[in-house]
């Protein structure tokens, strides 16, 4: 009977630590921030619909910017596909301002760099994040 309930407990635990995701840190580093002040809003997105119909994010990050080129990392994110949006509250009101034409007038960016005229789809943006990479994403801003 021991040893039923022994190979029992060494399953579960064998189980238990097969399902477990395996986590990478992950530098982001935006650059070409023109005003040094305000902080970055950054959305992390593990999921495309919601990153193309603007759904919830994975994560947000509110990051101060004191330089012209500001570095953060995350540490403990599960492997898997991701994709950045963010952009420079310069005035530090918690909203992306735009002019009379809802054109924005701080800065923005996403993490393929690509995106002129709004974002570009996930499987544009999209980067990977593995346990073994270096896994590093640099978003110059608009």
């Known amino acids: 009977m021991k040893t039923v309930i ?6 579960m635990v064998s189980l238990a630590l097969s399902t477990v995701a395996h986590a990478a840190s992950l530098t982001i580093t935006v650059t070409d921030i023109e005003e040094p002040e ?22 947000g990050l509110r990051i101060p910017v004191d330089a012209a080129e500001v570095s953060t990392t ?26 009379m034409m809802g054109l924005p007038v701080e800065g923005y960016g996403f993490s393929s760099n690509k995106g002129r005229f709004g974002p570009p ?21 608009r």
């Open 6 to 11: 022994a190979t029992v407990v060494s399953l």
């Open 38 to 59: 305000g902080f970055l809003m950054i959305a992390i997105f593990d999921v495309a619909d919601a990153y193309d119909n603007g759904g919830e994010a994975y994560d």
């Open 74 to 99: 995350i540490e403990d994110l599960p492997e898997g596909q991701y994709a950045i949006k963010l952009y420079h509250d310069a005035n530090g009101n918690g909203e992306m301002d735009t002019n």
């Open 121 to 141: 789809p996930f499987a544009d943006a999209m980067f990977e994040v593995s346990e073994d990479a270096d896994n590093q994403v640099v978003i110059k801003l």
